[in-house]
């Protein structure tokens, strides 16, 4: 369990960092997507479904859709599909 | 029994239905708002006639205090909360001509109710998303003037307030850690056995920190000349009168109820001290009245912080009445700044168009200093007497500081008096004020003026405020908290 | 190799997600990068919030076929924190839609070179003739946000 | 030098902030109040889920809190961003994939919004996180049709009214002699689907407020005009 859990921390932390480290910003909306997901299931681990939800569909979902509309229309994307 | 409930129900119901009112009939939105902050502010005043010398608790949902969220009246909250209703309906923003938009209108409603839920609220995290509210509400009507430079000021202001709320949601966690409660009565009750610990003073650095943004307390205040010279005149009024002293009436409740150790007072002795040095000198060196305004305003905080730095009642009373007076003639000023806000050159001669402004302006001036007859001068020696008081030598270096600041403070606001009575054939003369913008600081300018005459019944209601702020047994016998395991 | 225990490990996490948050914030140069920063220290508040009165022995706050369990996790923090997400989550969003406005305007997201177009904007609106300050760029003029404006 | 300032300041919080969690106590502490709670909801709420106990009825003074600043924030963003992206250019139609996803999607999402929405007092979930569900289901065929607006003045009538009924619930009560925002109707079998009183009423209107505000922002996000 612990080793799970070590993982997913470690993960986590990763990608926060990451968030900060990576030049596009698409690739730092995806690490940042992650570290919501994890941090999800650590709040279901810690026996909070209610905000595990929430979290899922608050902050990744919905968070991440508000940052990636917003790199779309500031043509920050790089990835050549804005037209 | 309910009445004080609907102080914050009542505008934020009237914000939500704002938007449809005016759909329907634009006139009748427009003057809804005023409307219901008029009703609002009667409501308060018979609460307050009603409530008298007592204090009571109200259980929202009916729930008994530690379980659910419970507000706290006293005279001192009633009476910021009708400060606040009754500052934004003077400050109501400017029907902008042709094209009604109902959103400045429910902004400033959010802001009345969110303000008066802010001092009346008696729960932690209650008190934390009141804070937010106000926050969210502030960006909102910064940004909304429509400059660029409106909104950069606002997003600037957002990330600073942003930090300092995640600070403050992180001092929250640590109380709940060690005590269990949100609720401010328990907690005032537990503080003495949980919090007087090293884990207390870090959540008291947290929270000072974030609900030091609003009080424009001295290391998080790099928002204010930027907002207040880039916001209207009237909501700059508002946030630098009314909305500060919320916040630091947050930080005044905070400090008396759960934080009774020297090392927290202390803290907010040193940073009110850093407010006034830093206020001040920035004031000295500013260019625009705007900005000048705005430096001395986080000074004029500051002389607050190091009032209520002091323990005890006395204490309470000196700060309540800086902040009192501050709350009356700054956002005159503020409102004078509306024509007069440019770089202070620019104002050569200005009293030519606008001699009864600038008569005001050196009555706003002379008060803010605190020469003699003006209230701010009892204020300020309230605190100086309560500050010499005090054993611990730092004190002296507060009272030494704020005389200086006085000092300042008068070298600068007569450069910019004498500037009102110097044409430059230079330059051109600036425009007259504008009557409605005369009309409220005169109203406020009076209201100063009477105060001169009043002053013994004006301390003799203050001291019973600070007595009732000051008695923690009585917070926590009205609230009386009972948790049955 | 030791491994910390669960509960040293979850602080760790929620330490680190604060640090990691507050550091981007401080460090970044860029607009959306310290909101994203922003929104990393809230993660990690609300995860502190949580662990506040987390213990290993509980059970979730639910009650399943009206028994009620010996051990059920304490809910006030799970309020709190879903509180906590959707005042997170709008002041993202109301963030987010002034940076697009912020863009549109100046061009940029550079902090620094919004500071510089902020004092200038109150200068010229206050009429005082701005000197070069010392903290902005040398030409505020030239537009190089990351990823080019094309 | 403001790199340098910046660099000093985050040591000085990092040390500190290390130095307050050194001895923090995880896993030890006793909450008193949320233990109290545990015990009493049944009772008094009737709500399955304790959660939902105490986001609407124990703390539910912040819930209606939180609408607002929700509302405040749309209502924000949506001024901020008030000029609507000019007609000529809208982005093309998204693939066949996304499109025929999209469509099938809606339904789907709304019933399941819905469902979360209204089984919040019993299992997890609830208005705020059904309400999400919601607005992602109005917002995705926007996604795959660039050039189709949506109704705004719907939205923020739909946004008015929801909230009005949230603080009206809570009147009601007053009305009735009671406290603000005080449970009504009893509070009927626990784990029931009709029971936990108002409590789900409440929950009704948080999920269409809460939809019909997101759905607004998104919408507003996504017709702004392009920077690039």
């Given at each position: 369990m612990d080793w799970l859990l070590l993982l997913l921390v470690s993960l986590m932390l990763g990608c926060a960092i990451a968030v900060f480290l990576?030049?596009?910003?698409?690739?730092?909306?995806?690490a940042?997507?992650v570290v919501s997901l994890v941090l999800s299931l650590l709040f279901a681990f810690l026996r909070?479904?209610?905000?595990?939800?929430?979290?899922?569909?608050?902050?990744?979902?919905?968070?991440?859709?508000?940052?990636?509309?917003?790199?779309?229309?500031?043509?920050?994307?790089?990835?050549?599909?804005?037209? | 029994?309910?009445?004080?409930?609907?102080?914050?129900?009542?505008?934020?119901?009237?914000?939500?239905?704002?938007?449809?009112?005016?759909?329907?009939?634009?006139?009748?939105?427009?003057?809804?708002?005023?409307?219901?902050?008029?009703?609002?502010?009667?409501?308060?005043?018979?609460?307050?006639?009603?409530?008298?010398?007592?204090?009571?608790?109200?259980?929202?949902?009916?729930?008994?205090?530690?379980?659910?969220?419970?507000?706290?009246?006293?005279?001192?909250?009633?009476?910021?909360?009708?400060?606040?209703?009754?500052?934004?309906?003077?400050?109501?923003?400017?029907?902008?001509?042709?094209?009604?938009?109902?959103?400045?209108?429910?902004?400033?409603?959010?802001?009345?109710?969110?303000?008066?839920?802010?001092?009346?609220?008696?729960?932690?995290?209650?008190?934390?998303?009141?804070?937010?509210?106000?926050?969210?509400?502030?960006?909102?009507?910064?940004?909304?003037?429509?400059?660029?430079?409106?909104?950069?000021?606002?997003?600037?202001?957002?990330?600073?307030?942003?930090?300092?709320?995640?600070?403050?949601?992180?001092?929250?966690?640590?109380?709940?850690?060690?005590?269990?409660?949100?609720?401010?009565?328990?907690?005032?009750?537990?503080?003495?056995?949980?919090?007087?610990?090293?884990?207390?003073?870090?959540?008291?650095?947290?929270?000072?920190?974030?609900?030091?943004?609003?009080?424009?307390?001295?290391?998080?205040?790099?928002?204010?000349?930027?907002?207040?010279?880039?916001?209207?005149?009237?909501?700059?009024?508002?946030?630098?009168?009314?909305?500060?002293?919320?916040?630091?009436?947050?930080?005044?409740?905070?400090?008396?109820?759960?934080?009774?150790?020297?090392?927290?007072?202390?803290?907010?002795?040193?940073?009110?001290?850093?407010?006034?040095?830093?206020?001040?000198?920035?004031?000295?060196?500013?260019?625009?009245?705007?900005?000048?305004?705005?430096?001395?305003?986080?000074?004029?905080?500051?002389?607050?912080?190091?009032?209520?730095?002091?323990?005890?009642?006395?204490?309470?009373?000196?700060?309540?009445?800086?902040?009192?007076?501050?709350?009356?003639?700054?956002?005159?000023?503020?409102?004078?700044?509306?024509?007069?806000?440019?770089?202070?050159?620019?104002?050569?001669?200005?009293?030519?168009?606008?001699?009864?402004?600038?008569?005001?302006?050196?009555?706003?001036?002379?008060?803010?200093?605190?020469?003699?007859?003006?209230?701010?001068?009892?204020?300020?020696?309230?605190?100086?007497?309560?500050?010499?008081?005090?054993?611990?030598?730092?004190?002296?270096?507060?009272?030494?500081?704020?005389?200086?600041?006085?000092?300042?403070?008068?070298?600068?606001?007569?450069?910019?008096?004498?500037?009102?009575?110097?044409?430059?054939?230079?330059?051109?003369?600036?425009?007259?004020?504008?009557?409605?913008?005369?009309?409220?600081?005169?109203?406020?300018?009076?209201?100063?003026?009477?105060?001169?005459?009043?002053?013994?019944?004006?301390?003799?209601?203050?001291?019973?405020?600070?007595?009732?702020?000051?008695?923690?047994?009585?917070?926590?016998?009205?609230?009386?908290?009972?948790?049955?395991? | 190799m030791i491994i910390p225990d669960s509960n040293t490990l979850l602080l760790i996490a929620a330490l680190g997600l604060i640090l990691i948050g507050?550091g981007?914030?401080?460090?970044?140069?860029?607009?959306?990068?310290?909101?994203?920063?922003?929104?990393l220290?809230?993660s990690g508040?609300?995860l502190l919030?949580i662990l506040?009165?987390y213990s290993d022995r509980?059970?979730?706050?639910?009650?399943?076929?009206?028994?009620?369990?010996?051990?059920?996790?304490?809910?006030?923090?799970?309020?709190?924190?879903?509180?906590?997400?959707?005042?997170?989550?709008?002041?993202?969003?109301?963030?987010?839609?002034?940076?697009?406005?912020?863009?549109?305007?100046?061009?940029?997201?550079?902090?620094?070179?919004?500071?510089?177009?902020?004092?200038?904007?109150?200068?010229?609106?206050?009429?005082?003739?701005?000197?070069?300050?010392?903290?902005?760029?040398?030409?505020?003029?030239?537009?190089?946000?990351?990823?080019?404006?094309? | 030098?403001?790199?340098?300032?910046?660099?000093?300041?985050?040591?000085?919080?990092v040390t500190?902030i290390i130095a307050i969690f050194q001895p923090l106590p995880v896993g030890t502490?006793?909450?008193?109040?949320?233990?109290?709670?545990?015990?009493?909801?049944?009772?008094?709420?009737?709500?399955?889920?304790?959660?939902?106990?105490?986001?609407?009825?124990?703390?539910?003074?912040?819930?209606?809190?939180?609408?607002?600043?929700?509302?405040?924030?749309?209502?924000?963003?949506?001024?901020?961003?008030?000029?609507?992206?000019?007609?000529?250019?809208?982005?093309?139609?998204?693939?066949?994939?996304?499109?025929?996803?999209?469509?099938?999607?809606?339904?789907?999402?709304?019933?399941?919004?819905?469902?979360?929405?209204?089984?919040?007092?019993?299992?997890?979930?609830?208005?705020?996180?059904?309400?999400?569900?919601?607005?992602?289901?109005?917002?995705?065929?926007?996604?795959?049709?660039?050039?189709?607006?949506?109704?705004?003045?719907?939205?923020?009538?739909?946004?008015?009214?929801?909230?009005?009924?949230?603080?009206?619930?809570?009147?009601?009560?007053?009305?009735?002699?009671?406290?603000?925002?005080?449970?009504?109707?009893?509070?009927?079998?626990?784990?029931?689907?009709?029971?936990?009183?108002?409590?789900?009423?409440?929950?009704?209107?948080?999920?269409?407020?809460?939809?019909?505000?997101?759905?607004?922002?998104?919408?507003?996000?996504?017709?702004?005009?392009?920077?690039?």
């Amino acid at each position: 369990m612990d080793w799970l859990l070590l993982l997913l921390v470690s993960l986590m932390l990763g990608c926060a960092i990451a968030v900060f480290l990576l030049d596009n910003f698409l690739a730092a909306l995806a690490a940042y997507s992650v570290v919501s997901l994890v941090l999800s299931l650590l709040f279901a681990f810690l026996r909070a479904p209610d905000v595990a939800m929430t979290e899922v569909v608050v902050g990744a979902a919905l968070g991440s859709l508000f940052f990636a509309l917003t790199i779309r229309r500031l043509g920050l994307g790089q990835t050549g599909d804005e037209s | 029994m309910n009445g004080p409930v609907l102080l914050i129900v009542l505008p934020l119901l009237t914000a939500f239905l704002l938007p449809i009112i005016y759909r329907l009939m634009p006139l009748a939105g427009r003057l809804t708002g005023p409307l219901i902050l008029v009703v609002t502010s009667i409501i308060g005043l018979t609460q307050l006639q009603h409530l008298g010398d007592d204090t009571l608790a109200i259980a929202m949902g009916g729930f008994p205090p530690p379980l659910g969220i419970s507000l706290y009246i006293d005279r001192l909250a009633l009476a910021f909360a009708l400060a606040v209703t009754l500052g934004t309906l003077l400050l109501w923003p400017k029907a902008s001509g042709d094209n009604p938009d109902s959103r400045p209108g429910s902004l400033s409603l959010i802001l009345a109710g969110a303000g008066c839920g802010l001092a009346l609220s008696g729960d932690l995290f209650n008190v934390y998303v009141f804070y937010e509210l106000v926050a969210v509400a502030t960006y909102g009507l910064v940004a909304g003037r429509g400059t660029t430079a409106a909104c950069t000021a606002s997003v600037r202001y957002l990330i600073i307030s942003g930090f300092g709320a995640a600070m403050a949601l992180i001092g929250i966690a640590l109380i709940y850690n060690a005590t269990g409660t949100l609720n401010l009565a328990h907690l005032a009750e537990l503080a003495p056995s949980r919090l007087n610990n090293g884990q207390g003073l870090a959540a008291f650095v947290l929270l000072l920190i974030g609900f030091g943004v609003k009080a424009e307390l001295f290391p998080v205040n790099t928002w204010v000349p930027e907002v207040y010279a880039t916001a209207s005149s009237r909501l700059t009024a508002l946030l630098a009168g009314v909305v500060s002293k919320l916040a630091l009436l947050i930080v005044l409740r905070l400090l008396v109820l759960l934080f009774p150790q020297p090392e927290a007072h202390l803290l907010m002795l040193v940073l009110g001290i850093l407010g006034v040095v830093s206020g001040e000198l920035a004031a000295w060196r500013a260019r625009d009245l705007n900005r000048l305004l705005a430096y001395s305003s986080i000074g004029q905080l500051g002389i607050m912080f190091i009032a209520f730095s002091m323990p005890g009642q006395a204490a309470i009373l000196a700060g309540l009445a800086v902040a009192l007076h501050h709350l009356i003639a700054k956002p005159a000023l503020f409102l004078l700044a509306e024509r007069w806000g440019g770089s202070v050159q620019g104002l050569s001669g200005a009293a030519e168009n606008s001699p009864v402004a600038a008569v005001l302006f050196i009555l706003l001036s002379l008060s803010l200093i605190g020469v003699p007859p003006f209230p701010s001068f009892w204020a300020k020696l309230l605190v100086l007497l309560e500050l010499a008081r005090q054993a611990q030598p730092l004190y002296f270096l507060g009272a030494a500081v704020i005389l200086a600041g006085a000092a300042l403070e008068a070298n600068y606001l007569f450069r910019v008096v004498s500037r009102l009575y110097t044409p430059d054939a230079a330059q051109p003369v600036p425009e007259p004020q504008r009557l409605p913008e005369l009309a409220r600081a005169g109203m406020l300018g009076a209201v100063l003026v009477a105060s001169i005459f009043v002053i013994s019944p004006i301390n003799n209601q203050l001291e019973q405020l600070a007595d009732q702020a000051s008695d923690t047994q009585r917070y926590i016998s009205t609230v009386n908290p009972r948790v049955t395991p | 190799m030791i491994i910390p225990d669960s509960n040293t490990l979850l602080l760790i996490a929620a330490l680190g997600l604060i640090l990691i948050g507050i550091g981007g914030m401080v460090l970044s140069l860029h607009l959306l990068r310290i909101i994203f920063g922003l929104a990393l220290l809230e993660s990690g508040a609300n995860l502190l919030l949580i662990l506040a009165t987390y213990s290993d022995r509980s059970v979730a706050p639910i009650i399943v076929g009206g028994k009620i369990p010996a051990h059920m996790a304490d809910p006030i923090p799970q309020a709190l924190v879903l509180t906590a997400i959707v005042i997170g989550v709008a002041v993202l969003a109301l963030a987010l839609s002034l940076a697009l406005r912020i863009q549109r305007a100046y061009g940029t997201l550079d902090v620094r070179e919004l500071r510089a177009r902020l004092d200038q904007d109150i200068a010229a609106e206050a009429g005082i003739n701005l000197p070069h300050s010392q903290d902005a760029p040398r030409s505020p003029a030239v537009v190089n946000a990351p990823g080019g404006a094309s | 030098m403001r790199r340098l300032s910046s660099l000093l300041f985050l040591a000085g919080l990092v040390t500190l902030i290390i130095a307050i969690f050194q001895p923090l106590p995880v896993g030890t502490a006793t909450p008193a109040v949320g233990t109290a709670i545990n015990h009493a909801a049944p009772e008094q709420v009737g709500a399955a889920n304790l959660v939902t106990a105490v986001v609407l009825a124990y703390r539910g003074f912040d819930t209606l809190l939180e609408l607002t600043i929700l509302f405040t924030a749309a209502m924000a963003a949506g001024w901020v961003l008030d000029k609507p992206r000019n007609e000529a250019r809208p982005d093309p139609d998204a693939g066949f994939i996304l499109l025929a996803a999209s469509d099938l999607l809606f339904p789907l999402l709304l019933i399941l919004g819905l469902y979360v929405i209204l089984h919040g007092h019993l299992t997890p979930g609830g208005g705020f996180q059904g309400g999400v569900v919601l607005a992602l289901a109005f917002f995705l065929p926007l996604l795959a049709r660039p050039g189709r607006r949506i109704d705004h003045q719907l939205f923020s009538l739909v946004e008015g009214l929801a909230g009005a009924a949230f603080i009206g619930i809570g009147l009601a009560a007053m009305l009735n002699g009671q406290a603000f925002l005080a449970p009504l109707f009893g509070t009927g079998e626990l784990g029931a689907l009709f029971s936990a009183g108002s409590l789900p009423l409440l929950y009704i209107a948080v999920g269409l407020k809460v939809g019909s505000e997101l759905a607004g922002l998104l919408a507003h996000l996504a017709e702004t005009e392009a920077v690039g």
